[in-house]
């Protein structure tokens, strides 16, 4: 599945942990994540080749929205049903940034189906898919996101090295050392050197999936969320911080 950060805010409840707090009221933080439900683009059937899975055929959902041709290149036509052998079936679904307001463009992505029963494919491509009909409350799951933007930045901020000593000649705040004189013959990949920082894809493991809700009322707070605003959907309470900015895409994933 996927959501857009909202922001955070904490709750309390009662511990089942292993710890001196087993069974009493305790305060976590919590990620709030908005989930509009995502709808069905088109059902894809992979064969096996000498290559790896190859595309044979694609059925188009039948009311797609404007917004998709903006987004992507269309199929021209729709390829036929053939009535071939497959070795996958996967849906390709796509968000609904309308529903929150935040954006116009959706984002286009395949999900597997873990089955090849061609029927159930079909029915999923006439209805909405909501977050109740992937995910329950109290399991576990992987966070995919894009880590926050930071640029160039050295060796410290980057990478944690220790800044040498007062008095050290040349840096204070490069690597000691950037190998032996006398052995390979330049610098080893995994030496700290400055460069790009965040804005990496990121997965989290593990991540407990407090509360799954369709009560806007309950976690609105007075104004909304900070630079979000309020939530207008279905929403996921994840226990924890969540890699990313607010507004940006969170993709949920069994663990």
């Not at 050392?177 to 400055?194: D, F, I, K």
């Not at 799954?212 to 226990?239: A, H, T």
Request: aromatic letters at 8%; hydrophobic letters at 35%; glycine letters at 8%.
């Amino acid at each position: 599945f996927a959501g857009y950060k909202a922001g955070m805010t904490h709750i309390k409840l009662r511990d089942n942990s292993n710890s001196t707090t087993k069974g009493q009221l305790i305060s976590i933080p919590v990620t709030v994540v908005e989930c509009p439900p995502l709808k069905p683009f088109s059902l894809r059937f992979y064969k096996k080749s000498n290559y790896g899975l190859k595309l044979s055929h694609e059925i188009l959902a039948k009311n797609l929205d404007k917004e998709l041709a903006k987004k992507i290149a269309m199929p021209k036509k729709e390829s036929k049903e053939k009535k071939v052998e497959i070795d996958e079936m996967r849906l390709v679904v796509y968000t609904q940034p309308k529903l929150i307001g935040k954006k116009k463009k959706p984002e286009i992505f395949e999900v597997a189906l873990g089955n090849n029963d061609i029927e159930f494919g079909k029915s999923l491509l006439e209805k909405e898919i909501k977050i109740q009909d992937v995910f329950k409350e109290g399991q576990l799951i992987d966070i995919h996101a894009v880590s926050k933007a930071k640029g160039f930045q050295g060796a410290v901020k980057r990478f944690g090295v220790k800044l040498t000593a007062k008095k050290s000649e040349k840096s204070r705040r490069g690597p000691g050392s950037l190998g032996p004189w006398n052995q390979q013959q330049h610098v080893m990949y995994r030496v700290a050197h400055a460069g790009q920082t965040g804005y990496h894809t990121r997965t989290d493991y593990n991540k407990l999936v407090v509360k799954i809700s369709d009560k806007k009322e309950e976690i609105n707070p007075k104004g909304g969320f900070l630079r979000y605003g309020e939530i207008k959907n279905d929403y996921v309470l994840v226990k924890g911080s969540l890699p990313g900015v607010v507004k940006r895409l969170v993709r949920l994933t069994e663990p």
